[in-house]
Each structure stands twice: as structure tokens, then as C-alpha cells.
């Protein structure tokens, strides 16, 4: 076996999991259990989970389903926590059975409604590094949902393009979906981003910017439009409703009243996340990707400076950081060495600059709404599905998560160039990205790959030149950083490539070490290892378990994560069988 890990967190790294096995692995010494799971009450008059039962304003009361980003923000005592964590969509196959009715059917749409968004909830524990325990009835508990107001912000709120027949104005969107990864900002916040909105809409393919966003006229994924007219934007009175969605959200998870928004400014496209960076300078950028098959990497950079402190002033100033400031897209050049130590040049087109339009023919409202189209037309980089893009808070340099993209180089499409490397791309790779003189608010770049992903043993690999054994890896997703500056990746997709269970993965990025990538856990069959959170001083490690289970049926489930009640139990009072999406700790064992 591997030899141990040495740090903070120490551990001995585990044997990559099958695909099919349905279990939640640990490394030797380590234990795990779930915080708290789909369903689990999160108020005082929140009722219990009843395994089937159809019931929107039961589930609007409890956590909700396929729990993707994470954090865990410990406050200065140590004993109290905010959990917050968005819930990306729902798989109505393996939560419901099949509806008989158009009644059964109208509260199942809504329970899935009810299930989206977002939620923060309060953590305690006695001692510090023991495990945390989730308060009932927290006065900070909250959850977001399909039907949550937020607030539109940036140059394009109130736009003609956000406008419709239910809010003229253009300024309040109900509800946020398909909330992938995201960030927590230096003053608090949690960013999340909203990725496949598209699915939830029936719309017009011929309108503008519609089929660059994967908007058709078919019935929706989620079939929404069948009790909420906003969701069929082929009406006239909604057909700029698909417009209200796409952007990052910004929550403030210390204010239960406060209005969740969403930043324009920050673009309109398949979001995946946002994190925040600050330089020495004050300077204020987010990194994010758009994940979509040749699509492409942004920056945004403020156009105010980050206060410190926690008057309310700082406060005021903080709050407004997302809503006003440049906007880049990255072209990457430069070439690839035989062993993959690329060094490459980028740059950061401008596409808004100092409150300009930098492309021809559209407004800054356009180019807010309609990002994908402004950003084609100056030629950047199409990448191969940026997922998490973090920059490292111990260097700056930040690394990019391209998961995969199995149609590079096919007939029409882009080829492999220096950063995006192979064609036929499966198991996808990581770049490493300084800016120049490591200023945040750069428009130049060096880059290279740290990562170029799958079996260590397949020609192509390559692990930040490190060449002793290191873990299989394929579909890196979501990034995240121990407090000795390592990075941490999560995979989606390692069943379907490497036959390999989804896992979370160590890499040190500095010294003899650099790029020996190691496996830390793997989650049970069919599930995402998403949102990791690294509390290495502490002894833990959170995970979001996404999606156990998902090619299950209602008769036929597939993972029985994460109570794994015995066969033979029938659905009834919390012994049902199937899986729960959960939020896992992982602790030495004491
Ligand atoms: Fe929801 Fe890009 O993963
Ligand atoms: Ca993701
Ligand atoms: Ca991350
Ligand atoms: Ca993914």
C-alpha cells in the first residue's frame, strides 16, 4: 500500500474503491457520520421525513436534496458552527414513487421545488475536535428554495431583458436552481453558483441567445412549467424568465432575513462557482467557470477595494463588492512540452471595462445577460468544462478543474491545444494559474498543468512532475485547500471512465511532493464527492454526498447511504431504505 501522509492531517492513504461498491470509505483510524441529511427537520415546527410522502411545505421546513457546495465556518469558540450548503436539483426517480393523479403529481413538483436552493444550519459540539451535531430550531437556520425572493443587482437589473409580466420592474427573481459549487468570500458571504438553468425551461430556441444556453421548446427536465407559468418561456409574458437565471448568488448566512441576490455583473452563463480573491492591494476578483463543453474561464474584478473590519461601514462597502466591475474571459497560448511542464501565456480579455461595453454592437445590459454571445465574439480559449476554479489563499496562483470533454477534437470541433491537451478528453485535467506579479486585477498570465488526469500508468498522465505511485483519478470537479496550502479535488464521474467509486483526492503543490496525489475517501455508488471542506488543524473533513443512488428507482434503489437500514425494512417511520443525500464529517477516531 501507499505509504502514509504526513501533516496536519495525517493519514494512510486508502485503496481506490469499485465503482458499484456502496459504501462511504474512510482511511485506517478515521471514522465518518452524516451531519445531516435530505429531509432531517431543520425549525421547531418542521415535521419529520416520511420516506415517499409527497409534501412541499413539510420539505420547505427540512434540508433539501443533492447538497453540493459546502462550508462549515466555525466560530472564534470553537463550538459553534454555520453549516451552509446549496442543494444543486433533485432525482424525483429514486425520492417518489410514481404519481397516480394530476393532485399527486401537482405536490410532487412542488416537494422538488421546495427541495432546491440553499441552506444554513447551526452546528455545535462540546469540544473542539469532536464531531458537530445540528441544532433544531437554530435562530440562523434557513432554507432557500425555488420560490425564495432575490434580489437582481448590476448593470442589467431592470433591464429590458429581466423583465416580465410578473415583475416589470425587472429587479426581484423568485427562486435560485441548479446550484452547482461556490465560494466564501473574505467578508462572509457564501457565492454559489447557478449551472443548469436550462433544464428547468420550455422555451424558444429561435430567441436570442436561447440555443447558446441549451433552451428548447421540448417539455422541461422537471416539468415545472406545468404548475408555474414562469417556467414556459415560450409565452410572451415569461420569455425573458430564462434570463433571470444563470448568475452567481450571493447569501449572507449571519442574517436570516436578509434578501439573497444575484449579481449581474458577475455574467450570465452555465455557472458552476465563484471564489473570492484578495491581493495585498485591497483588489477584489472572482474566478468562474462556464461548465460547458468548449466553453470558457472568467475573471471579475471589482470596481471597489475590500475593507477589513467589521464596522458597519466595512460591512455597507463589502456588500456591494459583487455588484459593479470588470469583466474578462481567458485566452490561453503558449506550448506543451512532451512531459506536460508547460509554460504558458494567457490573457484576460476585457468584455466590460470601467462601465463600457468592450464588444461590438451590444450594451453592458447585453453582455451581462447574453455573456456567452459577447464572449464568442473575442475569441477566448473554449475549454473542457471548467468546473471549481480556486485560487490557493497561501500563493494566489489558482487552479482550474477542467472535468472532461470527450468531444474535443472531434469532426467540428475544437482540437487539443496547449491547455486543453488531449482530444477524446475522459478523465480531464487541472491547470495552475499565476497571475502576473501575482496581482489579482491582472490581464496577463502564466499557466501551466498540474494535473492531466486518469490511470497513473496511461500515456498522457502527468501529476505536477511527481513520479513515484500516486491514485487514479478521473472528472476533477470541486477544489478545495488545507490550511498548509495542498490542495484537495473531488471527482464526479470516476464510475463512468475509470470504473472507480467518486473520491476525495490530496496533491501538495510546493516542494519534493508536488503533484503525489493521494485518496483520502471515496463515497457510496452512483454519488458525487462534492463540496469538500478541509478542517485539517481541527482533524476533519465535510463532504456533500450528491446524487447516492440516482439510476435507482422508487421499487429498486441502488444505495441505501446513509443509514443503511437492513434489508427487509419496508418504508415507514426513518426506515426507509434508499438513499439520502447527506453532509459528512470525517474524524480521527478519539
Ligand atoms: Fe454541477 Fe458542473 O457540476
Ligand atoms: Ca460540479
Ligand atoms: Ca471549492
Ligand atoms: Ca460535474
Not at 414513487?97 to 405536490?107: L, M
Not at 421546495?114 to 430550531?137: D, M, N, P, T
Request: net charge negative; aromatic share 10%; with cysteine.
Amino acid at each position: 500500500g501507499e505509504r502514509a501522509v504526513k501533516g496536519r492531517l495525517p493519514f494512510t492513504p486508502i485503496a481506490p474503491v469499485d465503482a458499484a461498491v456502496d459504501a462511504f470509505t474512510v482511511p485506517a483510524g478515521y471514522e465518518w457520520q452524516a451531519i445531516i441529511r435530505w429531509g432531517d427537520p431543520l425549525f421547531h415546527n418542521s415535521p419529520a421525513f416520511v420516506p415517499g410522502k409527497a409534501d412541499p411545505e413539510a420539505q420547505e421546513l427540512q434540508f433539501g436534496y443533492n447538497n453540493d457546495y459546502l462550508d462549515i465556518l466555525v466560530e472564534k469558540n470553537g463550538r459553534r458552527a454555520l453549516l451552509c450548503c446549496n442543494h444543486e436539483y433533485t432525482n424525483r426517480n429514486i425520492m417518489f414513487p410514481p404519481t397516480a393523479n394530476a393532485a399527486q403529481e401537482e405536490q410532487v413538483l412542488k416537494h422538488l421545488m421546495a427541495a432546491h436552493g440553499f441552506a444554513v444550519v447551526e452546528l455545535e459540539r462540546k469540544r473542539k475536535g469532536e464531531q458537530w451535531s445540528y441544532i433544531k430550531g437554530a435562530p440562523r437556520n434557513r432554507r432557500i428554495t425555488a420560490y425564495t425572493p432575490f434580489e437582481l443587482t448590476g448593470a442589467a437589473a431592470g433591464s429590458e431583458y429581466v423583465q416580465t409580466a410578473a415583475d416589470p420592474e425587472g429587479t426581484t427573481v423568485l427562486g435560485t436552481i441548479g446550484n452547482c459549487a461556490g465560494g466564501t468570500t473574505p467578508w462572509g458571504t457564501i457565492l454559489s453558483g447557478e449551472e443548469n438553468f436550462n433544464g428547468y425551461f420550455k422555451a424558444d430556441p429561435t430567441a436570442r441567445g436561447n440555443a447558446r444556453y441549451g433552451l428548447n421548446d421540448r417539455p422541461s427536465n422537471y416539468g415545472w412549467e406545468a404548475i408555474e407559468p414562469r417556467f414556459d418561456a415560450t409565452s410572451e409574458a415569461y420569455r425573458n424568465e430564462p434570463n433571470r437565471f444563470g448568475y452567481i448568488i450571493e447569501i449572507d448566512p449571519s442574517d436570516p432575513t436578509s434578501t439573497p441576490r444575484k449579481h449581474t455583473a458577475m455574467g450570465r452563463f452555465k455557472h458552476e462557482g465563484a471564489n473570492v480573491r484578495v491581493d495585498e492591494s485591497g483588489t477584489v476578483v472572482a474566478y468562474m467557470g462556464d461548465d460547458e463543453r468548449f466553453d470558457y474561464l472568467y475573471k471579475f474584478v471589482s470596481s471597489r477595494k475590500f475593507m477589513t473590519g467589521s464596522s458597519a461601514r466595512a460591512k455597507r462597502n463589502n456588500m456591494l463588492l459583487l455588484t459593479d466591475g470588470d469583466l474578462y474571459v481567458a485566452r490561453f497560448s503558449g506550448r506543451q512540452n512532451p512531459d506536460n511542464d508547460n509554460l504558458g501565456k494567457g490573457v484576460w480579455l476585457p468584455l466590460v471595462l470601467n462601465g463600457q461595453s468592450r464588444v461590438d454592437g451590444m450594451s453592458v445590459e447585453e453582455v451581462l445577460v447574453y455573456t456567452r454571445l459577447a464572449a464568442d465574439t473575442v475569441r477566448p480559449t473554449p475549454m473542457d468544462r471548467p468546473e471549481d476554479v480556486e485560487p490557493n489563499p497561501r500563493t494566489g496562483k489558482v487552479y482550474v478543474a477542467c472535468t472532461n470533454n470527450t468531444d474535443r477534437g472531434k469532426a467540428g470541433k475544437p482540437a487539443a491545444d496547449p491547455a486543453n491537451p488531449r482530444n477524446a478528453n475522459k478523465n480531464g485535467h487541472v491547470i495552475e494559474i499565476t497571475e502576473r506579479r501575482n496581482r489579482a486585477d491582472s490581464t496577463v498570465f502564466d499557466w501551466n498543468l498540474l494535473i492531466v488526469c486518469g490511470m497513473p500508468e496511461d500515456a498522457g498522465t502527468y501529476f505536477g512532475g511527481w513520479d513515484g505511485p500516486v491514485a487514479p483519478i478521473s472528472s476533477p470537479d470541486n477544489l478545495a485547500f488545507d490550511s498548509e496550502g495542498n490542495l484537495w479535488i473531488s471527482t464526479d464521474g470516476q464510475p463512468g471512465t475509470i470504473g472507480l467509486a467518486d473520491a476525495l483526492h490530496r496533491v501538495p503543490l510546493e516542494g519534493a511532493e508536488r503533484g503525489h496525489l493521494t485518496q483520502f475517501l471515496a463515497v457510496p455508488n452512483q454519488a458525487e464527492t462534492s463540496g469538500p471542506v478541509i478542517h485539517d488543524k481541527d482533524g476533519s473533513v465535510f463532504v456533500a454526498v450528491q446524487h447516492p443512488g440516482e439510476d435507482g428507482t422508487w421499487d429498486d434503489q441502488q444505495s441505501f447511504f446513509p443509514d443503511y437500514v437492513a434489508a427487509g425494512a419496508r418504508p415507514g417511520k426513518g426506515e426507509w431504505r434508499g438513499p439520502r443525500p447527506s453532509v459528512v464529517q470525517v474524524t480521527r477516531k478519539r
